[in-house]
């Protein structure tokens, strides 16, 4: 059964920091395009970032570009989201996504991703 599954959300202060992951079992995320979206109360979701099954390809959101990082360790079979320098507006439920397999060296958080997980809420509040 593939699944993937969040953790690392929780409370922080704005300007704080969290690092988010992503674990699959059931499948090898070697060849699957990973992609974190959030989705505020009241909004709709938005692709955060997204990192390619080939190469280094990665793309942000304006929104968190230079404050989010998203790396993958093909070893554990998990994909971080380290997000810096958070802010209030940031505050959403985190989920993690996969599509594939593929062999692309970029990738779209707007492509249309086969897997989900149940999401991980992140709260940036003082």
């Known amino acids: 059964q593939l699944q993937l599954v969040e953790s690392g959300g929780g409370l922080v202060q704005p300007g704080g920091s969290l690092r988010l992951s992503c674990a699959a079992s059931?499948?090898?995320?070697?060849?699957?395009?990973i992609g974190w979206f959030r989705q505020a109360p009241g909004k709709e979701r938005e692709g955060v970032s997204c990192?390619?099954?080939?190469?280094?390809?990665?793309n942000y959101a304006d929104s968190v570009k230079g404050r989010f990082t998203i790396s993958r360790d093909n070893a554990k079979n998990t994909v971080y989201l380290q997000m810096d320098r958070l802010k209030p507006e940031d505050t959403a439920v985190y989920y993690c996504?996969?599509?594939?397999?593929?062999?692309?060296?970029?990738?779209?958080?707007?492509?249309?991703?086969?897997?989900w997980g149940q999401g991980t809420q992140v709260t940036v509040s003082s």
């Open positions: 059931g499948f090898t995320l070697d060849f699957y395009a």
């Open positions: 990192v390619a099954s080939r190469g280094d390809g990665t």
């Open positions: 996504a996969a599509m594939g397999p593929t062999a692309f060296s970029e990738c779209e958080t707007g492509d249309e991703y086969d897997y």
